[in-house]
């Protein structure tokens, strides 16, 4: 597609399941983010995958948090043993990752509520 | 480390009238600057950035904003605010020669009342 694709749009999900949310980035695009959207909180850095280098996961709130991207393409963040404050939206954006002047491109994200 | 100050929550400006959202940031280095706006239950858009040259960039829907070095500040402006303007706005930044993590600030509300 055109544009950053993220699935599921809505979960809900019991505390202590494990959830995976995906994303498929613009065709192209090496560098890959993940935000967390909170009400009143803005936008949370999580994790950062650029190209074939380490991913810069400095912004993972706990070790239930972990993402990975398979062949520089999809990525997917698993929350193990979700929490009620691990509710929120999540963002996925991707960029042509070239140089920091370049501009990301956000999806629509996926908003997780757990019961 | 990168980061960015929104200080208001919500703008109101009645329809017509200049719309500014303010942004302040801090970096090591050269800072590149962009802003976003988000409506109800969608993803983040972008609207301008600045890398370089100009002060005053424009962008989409009518908007600009001017980077201000000495005040670290990156306010965005429309001269003329429409109801359908009514959305959330991000203000974000990456450093020049830091990582490639864009910093977001917490966002402002705008709300033009028709």
């Known amino acids: 597609g055109a544009g950053v694709s993220q699935s599921p749009s809505n979960k809900v999900t019991e505390k202590g399941k494990d959830v995976e949310l995906r994303c498929d980035p613009i065709s192209g695009h090496t560098a890959l983010y993940w935000y967390r959207q909170s009400l009143g909180q803005g936008l949370e850095f999580l994790i950062y995958?650029?190209?074939?280098?380490?991913?810069?996961k400095s912004g993972l709130p706990s070790d239930r948090f972990s993402a990975e991207r398979t062949g520089g393409s999809v990525s997917t963040l698993t929350i193990q043993r979700t929490q009620q404050e691990d509710s929120a939206v999540y963002l996925c954006a991707s960029s042509l990752a070239l140089t920091a002047s370049t501009e990301a491109f956000f999806g629509q994200g996926t908003r997780l509520t757990v019961v | 480390a990168q980061s960015v100050a929104q200080p208001e929550d919500q703008v109101k400006v009645a329809e017509g009238n200049p719309l500014t959202v303010k942004c302040t940031y801090s970096?090591?280095?050269?800072?590149?600057l962009f802003w976003y706006v988000q409506y109800p239950n969608r993803g983040l858009q972008f609207l301008l950035k600045?890398?370089?040259?100009?002060?005053l960039v424009k962008g989409s829907y009518g908007f600009e904003a001017e980077f201000n070095k000495s005040q670290t500040s990156f306010h965005l402006k429309k001269p003329s605010a429409l109801v359908s303007d009514s959305a959330l706005y991000f203000c974000?930044?990456?450093?020049?020669?830091?990582?490639?993590?864009?910093?977001f600030g917490k966002g402002n509300q705008v709300v033009v009342i028709p």
């Open positions: 995958f650029q190209g074939n280098s380490a991913p810069d």
């Open positions: 974000a930044v990456r450093d020049e020669g830091g990582n490639n993590r864009l910093a």
């Open positions: 970096v090591s280095g050269n800072p590149y």
């Open positions: 600045y890398i370089t040259g100009d002060n």
